[in-house]
T-cell receptor
């Protein structure tokens, strides 16, 4: 199946710092989605991207759909303790209706 | 409230004992899907369904069955569970289409399955 490489695997940051994570795929994707998962919960959608080059914000979160359609990144500005969780990229390739997820970035915010 | 529900939330069973995990959504979504989540591997798609009576294999379908007799329900069946199916399972749904918003999947709360 598709490989989505997400990095970094984990981050430990001070409250107030900005965060950046990215995701790359081995093939072209039609959509890129970013999810956050809290412990014991299902993933919750943060941002959805639908075309190459698109830059979309949701509060302190900003995500971009790479020009090559093989990558995406997520930025979180001025992190706060409730940003703690696991962030996943996901996407649908150009080949059908299957979704693929990255392996996740675990974020810890130190107050 | 729009939601995806799964039952049970936790299940411990023994090898070979058939089980079913139910999934139901109240958003009238056409597309439903099952994922398993394992440490270090993220979420991997098991099966998905584009609509009633239409199901397709995802990335890791071996050892699982699904059915889609009604739009709102998409049960996951393990005919003969094995220890390597110990995992956290998520059901998700979204509406079909190619417009903005149609790719946004909504996830259930998860079912933690342990097979001994």
């Amino acid at each position: 199946g598709q490989q989505l490489n997400q990095s970094p695997q984990s981050m430990f940051i001070q409250e107030g710092e900005d965060v950046s994570m990215n995701c790359t795929s081995s093939s072209i994707f039609n959509t890129w989605l970013w999810y956050k998962q809290d412990p014991g919960e299902g993933p919750v959608l943060l941002i959805a991207l639908y075309k190459a080059g698109e830059l979309t914000s949701n509060g302190r979160l900003t995500a971009q759909f790479g020009i090559t359609r093989k990558d995406s990144f997520l930025n979180i500005s001025a992190s706060i303790p409730s940003d703690v969780g696991i962030y996943f990229c996901a996407g649908e390739p150009n080949t059908g209706n299957q979704f693929y997820f990255g392996t996740g970035t675990s974020l810890t915010v130190i107050p | 409230e729009a939601q995806v529900t799964q039952n049970p939330r936790y299940l411990i069973t023994v090898t070979g004992k058939k089980l079913t995990v139910t999934c139901s959504q109240n958003m009238n979504h056409e597309y439903m899907s099952w994922y398993r989540q394992d440490p270090g591997l993220g979420l991997r798609q098991i099966y998905y369904s584009m609509n009633v009576e239409v199901t397709d294999k995802g990335d890791v379908p071996e050892g699982y069955k699904v059915s889609r007799k009604e739009k709102r329900n998409f049960p996951l069946i393990l005919e003969s569970p094995s220890p390597n199916q110990t995992s956290l399972y998520f059901c998700a749904s979204r509406r079909n289409g190619v417009d903005r918003g149609s790719y946004e999947q909504y996830f259930g709360p998860g079912t933690r399955l342990t097979v001994t």
